[in-house]
């Protein structure tokens, strides 16, 4: 029997699938489609202190390669989240979920983390240091600096499962850079990545969302090859106690199937979710199942990490 179970900070999940944040995941109602759904767990909007209307729209647009998107962090607000999952784990205390978070300035981050150290929250929790979309805010984690300082201060209170949402790096040394400061820190895990921040897509002589001049993060087919990088390259530096969370251009089984042999152990859908609806995870499962059925894989740690290189 084939199974995709997998499990994260050693909780332990039936599917290896899940939404990406931002997409299914504003409103409760789109939560708990996820939650019954083929997907193994769901993750949150990344929520801020307090609701956000985010960007003007037009702000999200499917297109043939993928999505392009300026939302510009519409949330309801940390406390609708965190209450409902505080509901779920009373409901449904067998299965965890991910509450994504980010302030808006640093001090917002820990007032934020501090209330959720605070709670009775026992899931997971992603600290989205990516987000390309507020105008003047720029993506934390291309700021190392920055970056080392929020870690170091998050672990001196935060005490629960933690892991990062990450954007895309595209040079070797900044691989070397990042890795070596997560190395430092208890994470539990690197999501990699975020959308390819402020890409441009034209149809006709016109961009096709509102906000920042049709500047917006880029999503699909478009960001497979730099997600299987970063989740291969990361997965080649962090320690083993960090796991990975691969996002980026999954469409179907076999683009699964790549991001956990880059090693990956969860994976996310984001663009092909906003596009296909939950059903997308029913047929994304059964395909990976038939892959690894194909090859004699009955569990991912059969392959996980065990992308093959051309040697000599
Ligand atoms: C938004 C986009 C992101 O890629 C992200 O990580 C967080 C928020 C947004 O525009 O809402």
């Given at each position: ?106 001090e917002e981050t820990h007032t ?187 569990s991912l740690e059969d392959f ?9």
């Amino acid at each position: 029997m084939v199974s995709t179970s997998t499990q994260i900070a050693g909780f332990l999940f039936d599917n290896c699938l899940m939404n990406a944040a931002g997409v299914a995941c504003m409103t409760k109602e789109e939560l708990a489609e996820v939650k019954d759904s083929a997907a193994g767990t769901f993750v949150t909007k990344t929520a801020t202190l307090e609701f956000r209307q985010g960007n003007p729209e037009p702000r999200y647009q499917d297109v043939p390669l993928g999505s392009i998107n300026s939302m510009g962090l519409p949330n309801n607000g940390l406390d609708y989240y965190l209450d409902y999952l505080l509901e779920l784990q009373e409901s449904e205390p067998n299965r965890t979920f991910f509450l994504s978070l980010v302030g808006m300035s640093p001090e917002e981050t820990h007032t934020i983390l501090k209330k959720v150290q605070a709670s009775d929250f026992k899931g997971i929790t992603e600290l989205n240091l990516s987000c390309p979309n507020v105008p003047g805010k720029p993506q934390i984690a291309y700021d190392f600096e920055t970056t080392e300082k929020i870690l170091s201060e998050v672990f001196a209170y935060f005490k629960k499962p933690l892991g990062i949402k990450l954007p895309p790096y595209f040079d070797i040394v900044h691989f070397d850079q990042a890795a070596e400061i997560f190395n430092k820190y208890p994470l539990k895990f690197v999501n990699c990545v975020n959308s390819i921040g402020n890409g441009l897509y034209i149809e006709d002589e016109s961009v096709v969302i509102r906000p920042k001049n049709g500047f917006g993060g880029i999503g699909g087919q478009y960001i497979k090859p730099t997600a299987l990088a970063n989740v291969h390259a990361f997965y080649q530096r962090l320690k083993p106690e960090i796991q990975i969370i691969g996002t980026g251009g999954v469409l179907t089984g076999r683009d699964a199937f790549e991001h956990i042999l880059c090693g990956a152990s969860m994976v996310q859908v984001g663009t092909t979710l906003h596009k296909e609806g939950v059903v997308a995870f029913e047929r994304i499962t059964a395909e990976l199942k038939t892959i690894m059925e194909e090859k004699g894989y009955e569990s991912l740690e059969d392959f996980r990490g065990k992308l093959k290189y051309i040697e000599g």
